[in-house]
Every structure is written in structure tokens, then in C-alpha cells.
């Protein structure tokens, strides 16, 4: 009996075609990018955070930091703000957050890093009255002292109006600062600010994978697989998939699905990548995978305790 089944690839944002994914802006944080998709929908998303490894030394306590910011230490004063931040060794407080980081801001070791955390407690209303003029201000001087993340958030605010006009030209020129500072956020978010598959879309694209970004990379094969250049498209999905991005794992198993472009259709090789997108919480990829696995092309009947361990936890 001859089995037949399609799966819908789908065209890269932004585009008329049906797009599974809607690209989303990411916003770095302390404690991870805030992918706000076009909808205005938040969803958190985990990520090794920069910040914390570049605010001062560790295995210092809590008593010697004092002690160094009470003496007008700069990295003292910015780590103990961190820690209060995300409650790393101590009891998560805002308000001593904000303390530690203002003296941090204008001090000057570690004072763009600092003015940048401030401004996400003034724009999330952690342990503050919410200010986005306020974020605004010291998200812009820790951009002018080269802090990228600073600028990528500065640009946020710009694409939403936080506490400014909307204005997509004064975002992309702060997302440009900070993609040119090594944040892929900016890079990703110039991205998606571009024409429709140009070559500045690509180009930032490339530039966010490049800094080992796996929306960047997956964002990349997009543009590869709308231009019908596949084989490139497998290699930016794969190198998603590598890193770790269940997006791009997904995407890597759709292409073995359809067999296009003069890539060998092959199924095992499908179901071994939406396996892995199901186990990176890609749940349209725990969908993939079981539509193959009922099928059971190869007549191989596939343990239901896999597929119970691929889904994503609740």
C-alpha cells in the first residue's frame, strides 16, 4: 500500500504565505531573552545570560561586596545589583537591585552594564514604578558607553514606543550599534526590520548566526529555502540545530520530509531531527515527529515511552 502524506514548508517572515513561526524581537535581559512576537504576545525564552559574566569576579561574598561598593568600588556595587537582580546566592530583592545599580551606573568600571539592568527594572516595573522614560535614559547611556545589549533595548523601546514616539528608523539605528557591538539580537531584529528576503535581511541574518544565534541561523535558511537554494537552507537549519534550537531542528527535518531541491528525501533522518525539536520544547516538531511515527513508514513500531520522554515538560 502506497502511503501518502504532505508537510507545509513555510516562507520567512515577514510574507502573505502561512508562517508557522512569526519571527519574534528579542530582548536581552539578565535572565533571557524576551521574544515579543509581532502580535504583542511575551514569551520568555532562556538563554546563557552575558551579564552576569562580565559584572565583577566570583566566589566573593556578600559581606566583601558590601564592604568593596561601600568603599566606592564600581564592580562591587554592579555584582551586588546583579545578584539582587536574579537572586544568585541571595534573596531575590528589586529595590536593593536598583540601589546598587544606580550608584554602579555613575561610577565607571562596569557602569554601562549597571545603567542597563536599571533600565529594565524602570521598564518592567521591578521594585520600581514603572518608567519607560526612565528605561529610556539609562538603556541610551549605557549604549553611548558601548554596552550593546543597551542599545539592542533601546531600539525596543523605539519599535514600540516605550516612553518615545514609535519610530522603526531610530530602532534600526540603535539595533545596528548593537548588532555591530556583538549582540545577535540586533542583528536578528535589523533582520526582520528589512525588505523581504534582500540582501540586507540576509545580511543580518548571517551576521546574528555568525555570533551563533539559532533564530539568526534558522532566520538565514529561510531566505535560502524561499529562493529555492536548499542545500544552503539545510546548512543554516542544521547549524540552528546545533545549537541547540528546536526551531531549526524542525526546519532540518521538514527538508528530509519533502526530499526537494535535490535533497534526498529521507524519513529516518526527519523523525531523528523533529525528535530532537520535540526535546528543545518545539512543539510543532512533537507533532512532526508522531505523524511520522504513526505512520510507520519502515514498519518499525517505535517504543511509546520515546515519544512520552521527546514531549516537552508541562
Given at each position: 500500500?502506497?502511503?501518502?502524506?504532505?508537510?507545509?514548508?513555510?516562507?520567512?517572515?515577514?510574507?502573505?504565505?502561512?508562517?508557522?513561526?512569526?519571527?519574534?524581537?528579542?530582548?536581552?535581559?539578565?535572565?533571557?531573552?524576551?521574544?515579543?512576537?509581532?502580535?504583542?504576545?511575551?514569551?520568555?525564552?532562556?538563554?546563557?545570560?552575558?551579564?552576569?559574566?562580565?559584572?565583577?569576579?566570583?566566589?566573593?561574598?556578600?559581606?566583601?561586596l558590601e564592604t568593596s561598593c561601600n568603599l566606592n568600588?564600581?564592580?562591587?556595587?554592579?555584582?551586588?545589583?546583579?545578584?539582587?537582580?536574579?537572586?544568585?546566592?541571595?534573596?531575590?530583592?528589586?529595590?536593593?537591585?536598583?540601589?546598587?545599580?544606580?550608584?554602579?551606573?555613575?561610577?565607571?568600571?562596569?557602569?554601562?552594564?549597571?545603567?542597563?539592568?536599571?533600565?529594565?527594572?524602570?521598564?518592567?516595573g521591578d521594585g520600581v514604578k514603572q518608567d519607560y522614560?526612565?528605561?529610556?535614559?539609562?538603556?541610551?547611556?549605557?549604549?553611548?558607553?558601548?554596552?550593546?545589549?543597551?542599545?539592542?533595548?533601546?531600539?525596543?523601546?523605539?519599535?514600540?514606543?516605550?516612553?518615545?514616539?514609535?519610530?522603526?528608523?531610530?530602532?534600526?539605528?540603535?539595533?545596528?550599534?548593537?548588532?555591530?557591538?556583538?549582540?545577535?539580537?540586533?542583528?536578528?531584529?535589523?533582520?526582520?526590520?528589512?525588505?523581504?528576503?534582500?540582501?540586507?535581511?540576509?545580511?543580518?541574518?548571517?551576521?546574528?548566526?555568525?555570533?551563533?544565534?539559532?533564530?539568526?541561523?534558522?532566520?538565514?535558511?529561510?531566505?535560502?529555502?524561499?529562493?529555492?537554494?536548499?542545500?544552503?537552507?539545510?546548512?543554516?537549519?542544521?547549524?540552528?540545530?546545533?545549537?541547540?534550537?528546536?526551531?531549526?531542528?524542525?526546519?532540518?527535518?521538514?527538508?528530509?520530509?519533502?526530499?526537494?531541491?535535490?535533497?534526498?528525501?529521507?524519513?529516518?533522518?526527519?523523525?531523528?531531527?523533529?525528535?530532537?525539536?520535540?526535546?528543545?520544547?518545539?512543539?510543532?516538531?512533537?507533532?512532526?515527529?508522531?505523524?511520522?511515527?504513526?505512520?510507520?513508514?519502515?514498519?518499525?513500531?517505535?517504543?511509546?515511552?520515546?515519544?512520552k520522554e521527546s514531549a516537552p515538560s508541562e
Amino acid at each position: 500500500m502506497l502511503l501518502v502524506f504532505t508537510f507545509e514548508l513555510y516562507a520567512p517572515y515577514p510574507s502573505s504565505e502561512r508562517y508557522d513561526t512569526p519571527v519574534p524581537l528579542l530582548v536581552p535581559t539578565p535572565s533571557g531573552y524576551l521574544l515579543r512576537a509581532p502580535s504583542g504576545d511575551e514569551l520568555r525564552r532562556l538563554r546563557i545570560p552575558t551579564v552576569p559574566e562580565v559584572i565583577g569576579p566570583t566566589g566573593v561574598s556578600i559581606g566583601e561586596l558590601e564592604t568593596s561598593c561601600n568603599l566606592n568600588d564600581s564592580i562591587g556595587c554592579a555584582k551586588l545589583g546583579y545578584l539582587y537582580h536574579t537572586g544568585e546566592g541571595v534573596k531575590q530583592d528589586y529595590t536593593k537591585a536598583k540601589v546598587y545599580y544606580t550608584k554602579a551606573c555613575h561610577m565607571s568600571i562596569y557602569s554601562n552594564v549597571a545603567c542597563n539592568n536599571l533600565g529594565e527594572l524602570y521598564e518592567y516595573g521591578d521594585g520600581v514604578k514603572q518608567d519607560y522614560t526612565k528605561a529610556k535614559e539609562y538603556y541610551g547611556k549605557a549604549c553611548d558607553d558601548g554596552y550593546n545589549i543597551g542599545c539592542t533595548n533601546l531600539g525596543i523601546l523605539y519599535i514600540e514606543g516605550k516612553g518615545v514616539k514609535k519610530d522603526s528608523s531610530e530602532a534600526k539605528k540603535y539595533f545596528k550599534r548593537g548588532c555591530y557591538l556583538s549582540d545577535s539580537a540586533g542583528c536578528i531584529n535589523l533582520s526582520i526590520l528589512s525588505s523581504e528576503n534582500s540582501s540586507e535581511a540576509e545580511k543580518y541574518s548571517r551576521m546574528g548566526c555568525e555570533l551563533n544565534s539559532g533564530p539568526a541561523c534558522w532566520q538565514l535558511g529561510d531566505i535560502y529555502r524561499t529562493k529555492q537554494n536548499y542545500m544552503k537552507a539545510k546548512r543554516y537549519f542544521n547549524r540552528a540545530c546545533e545549537l541547540n534550537d528546536g526551531t531549526g531542528c524542525r526546519k532540518l527535518g521538514e527538508l528530509y520530509t519533502k526530499g526537494i531541491g535535490g535533497l534526498v528525501q529521507d524519513y529516518s533522518e526527519a523523525k531523528k531531527y523533529f525528535m530532537k525539536a520535540c526535546k528543545l520544547n518545539d512543539s510543532v516538531g512533537c507533532e512532526q515527529y508522531k505523524e511520522l511515527e504513526d505512520v510507520d513508514i519502515f514498519g518499525i513500531t517505535i517504543s511509546p515511552d520515546i515519544i512520552k520522554e521527546s514531549a516537552p515538560s508541562e
